[in-house]
């Protein structure tokens, strides 16, 4: 039997449908990685800190030992910064962190990519459409804007509003153009997939699941990793103060 060709209707429909999942996925990894660079920022407020101190007394211990001749100079002069704290998980590591999450420090946006953004706003925003289709089709460009704006991608930005206008000046949907469409949003949401897998094997990813885990099971996880380097911290700052004693005791001039 001969395959009939998808009518035009069949392939608004499957647009329409397209562009729905694509925001929505948008608006679900968009939460994700707000939640993960909170996430990144209390751990390295809260924990990073305590690391930091954790480090200091341990270069400390280090200049001690080796004054009293229980180390070798060479050895371990320099503190290195801890790579694992509670169950398993790492070591305030903010660009490993921040890269998982994809917070990286970005450029501040021009005047430009500002302007150029604030007018596809005021142009595609969807409150703006008037029936079903154009408020998806407004939403999905809303959302490429806001990525190529998230990257600093002003050419991009210029593209989808010169597309835009060029749609508006046809007056609706053109019917060469939705099968086009539909495969960018295929792509897009590929791509989409890629992200979030790379996001689930990043650090920041697995503590937060393993939060979740904890939260499940009526404990709290990051709170008992703050404990936790703070029993390090004191452990620490006693072998410290014994090494001082000691030194003070064995350098103390004979009467």
Known sequence: MK????TPDADRARLAALELEVAARERDVTRLKRDLLALQSRYLDDIGGLYAKLNEIET???????????????????????????????GP?????????????RTAPSA???????QLAKTIHPDLALDGPARYRRHSLMAEANRAYAERDEDRLRLILSKWERGDTHGGDDLDSVPRRIAALEERRQAMDAELADLKT???????????DARQQGWDLFAEMVREVDREIRRATARLARLRKQRASSSAPIP
């Open 3 to 6: 395959l009939q060709p998808a």
């Open 93 to 105: 590591r903010t660009e490993d962190i921040g890269a998982a999450a994809g917070c990286g420090h």
């Open 202 to 212: 990043s650090a920041i990813w697995r503590l937060n699941a393993k939060m979740e």
């Open 60 to 90: 400390a211990i280090a200049d001690e030992e080796i004054a009293l001749g229980l180390r070798l100079g060479t050895e371990g002069t320099e503190a290195t910064e801890s790579t694992e704290g509670t169950e398993g998980m790492p």
């Open 112 to 118: 430009d990519l500002k302007r150029i953004f604030r």
